[in-house]
Every structure is written in structure tokens, then in C-alpha cells.
């Protein structure tokens, strides 16, 4: 799997959603045997809400995964538990403020104003690929 894997890397988003769309939204990537290194990966909105809701304490993240990201410290993307739990009742309360809503919301907007549209824009009037991009946009 990992030469498939190296030989798709420029289009690495959509090897795997092809991938995954032929395995049921589920897949298990074998590394290579010495390296140990196999990866499941899932978009199946039932297995997502097994692994992070209904059985989120049987998935602990483990002493690796606080190491890679320690440097975002014992906040809610590093802790596992109790203390995984209060910090999401922390964060779904801010979410669900009005004034974080509405801040959202602003902040979106701009983005898509002054970020996304004028870079659609610019590839719409000076197309990358071979064909017209603003004629065949409905393809991608």
C-alpha cells in the first residue's frame, strides 16, 4: 500500500475519499510490517459517533499522542476522561453563546469575502487546468 500511497501523494485528498468510498467509508492502511505502522481510517458518521461519543473513554489517546501534541498543553484536544469531560461541557457552553454565534458568523463572512471569493475569482478568470475552469465547475 505504501508505494500507492507514494505514488498518489499530489492528490492525496482524493486517493483517499476514492479509497474510502470503495471500503464503506472505513478503511485499514497496512504500513509497512516492520515499521508497524497500520492506520484506520473512517468517515462513517456511526463509526465516528461510536469513537467519540457513545465510546469515547474505550479510545484513550495515550502517552504518544500527549507527546506529538504537547505543545497544545492539557486542554481538551490532549486529555482523556474527567477531565476530557468538562472541558467539552467548557467548550459547548462558549459554542453555544449568543455573542460566540454571532462572532461566527462575522468572522466566516469576512473570511469568505476577503479569503475564498477573491481566490475563486482569480482562478475562475486565469485557469490552472487545460480546460475552462468556470465552464466545468460543476464537475469538481
Known sequence: MLPDLLINTHKIHDWAAKILE????????KG????NIDILATVDPAN???I???NFSNFPKGP????MFDVLG???FNTDSNLWRSQ???AQLLMNHQRFQKFLVKTSLEKLEKGLIPILE???DNPIFPYDFALNFDRI
Open 22 to 29: 470503495r471500503s464503506q467509508c472505513t478503511f485499514l492502511f
Open 64 to 67: 504518544e499522542f500527549k507527546e
Open 32 to 35: 509497512p510490517w516492520l515499521a
Open 122 to 124: 482569480h482562478v475562475a
Open 88 to 90: 467539552r461541557k467548557a
Open 48 to 50: 465516528i459517533n461510536y
Open 74 to 76: 492539557d486542554r481538551i
Open 52 to 54: 467519540m461519543s457513545s
